[in-house]
């Protein structure tokens, strides 16, 4: 990697990514995009922003994307398809006209996938429903595949897309309307600091998610986008968990001893989803290596020293 333009670069796992990419590649220039540079959704802006952004790109990796946790999609599911076909449509045309000797690799989501408890291969991908709640986004990133997979046929270009669980850690908001781990890991920290007598949990605890150490995202994507062939690839640890059992592991590392409050009346969504990391395995010989236990003592750990240094942390969204 020489040159190496990352859209969602100022996001939570954009800046990691970011982070790594100039750690590994120390001559390289790392172009992390988000809002304040430019406004992708916005055809004229991005096109000129591109245009001005000189030769010698190889490698484009796409993560921006609107999106927010919790029932905020339930709310806003025309909001969600405009502004991220907006996005899509206009990072792909933008290869194409300006960045057509870049491999893109495309960061989706495994909300894509039908809401049945079996672990989903990407053959799943096709032919199935995402669940209904987030259809809109759901969709939207199904659409990306679709793009990619037009734009690579009709011009020639190389392109890689991974599918990515939920993923956590260092850096992430952990503001009460977070994703889950984010969350929960803010409402224990804080509430062990604060000697309060109970913490609310979302549901009853027994959905179960698959979640992924943001250094093992960031490792897999670099390594999707240098290495595969693939069209598309599950990157994951292939292992869902309750909430009750995650609930669990951030109270002990939390050192919370209040009760825990289920709330059976908050949003949870589907009931269980996980990836079928197979493939990725079989093709890249790539395994996440930070377990769950250690993945969230070590954001727990970065969390509450953040709180001691008062920095402020970013808003979820």
């Not at 245009?51 to 484009?60: A, N, R, T």
Request: aromatic share 10%; glycine share 10%.
């Amino acid at each position: 990697m020489k040159r190496v333009v990352v859209t969602g670069g100022t996001g939570f796992v954009g800046r990691a990514l970011v982070a790594d990419l100039r750690r590994r590649y120390p001559a390289a220039d790392v172009v992390a995009v988000g809002s304040q540079v430019v406004d992708i959704a916005h055809e004229a802006a991005w096109f000129g922003w591109l245009e001005g952004l000189g030769d010698g790109v190889d490698h484009v990796i796409h993560l921006a994307a609107l999106y927010k946790a919790g029932d905020w999609p339930v709310h806003h599911p025309a909001t969600q398809f405009n502004i991220n076909m907006k996005i899509n449509v206009n990072a792909l045309e933008g290869w194409r006209r300006f960045l057509p000797r870049a491999k893109f690799t495309s960061i989706l989501s495994y909300c894509m996938y039908p809401s049945t408890e079996n672990a989903h291969p990407e053959e799943e991908l096709y032919g199935h429903e995402p669940e209904d709640y987030l259809f809109a986004y759901a969709l939207t990133k199904k659409a990306m595949l679709i793009g990619q997979r037009a734009y690579a046929q009709e011009y020639g270009l190389d392109c890689a897309s991974v599918v990515l669980p939920t993923v956590y850690g260092p850096g992430d908001s952990f503001a009460e309307n977070s994703h889950v781990v984010g969350a929960l890991i803010g409402k224990f920290v804080r509430g062990a600091r604060s000697g309060a007598p109970d913490v609310e949990v979302w549901g009853d605890g027994s959905a179960e998610r698959e979640f992924l150490y943001v250094g093992d995202a960031v490792d897999g994507i670099i390594r999707v986008a240098t290495d595969s062939k693939e069209p598309v690839l599950n990157l994951g640890t292939g292992a869902a968990y309750p909430i009750r059992d995650v609930v669990a592991l951030i109270r002990e590392s939390a050192g919370f001893t209040g009760e825990t409050r289920y709330n059976m009346n908050r949003f949870v969504g589907v009931q269980s989803r996980r990836l079928d990391v197979t493939r990725i395995r079989d093709t890249l010989g790539w395994a996440a290596p930070t377990s769950l236990q250690d993945g969230i003592a070590q954001t727990v750990e970065w969390y509450r020293d953040s709180l001691d240094q008062g920095i402020e942390l970013p808003a979820h969204g």
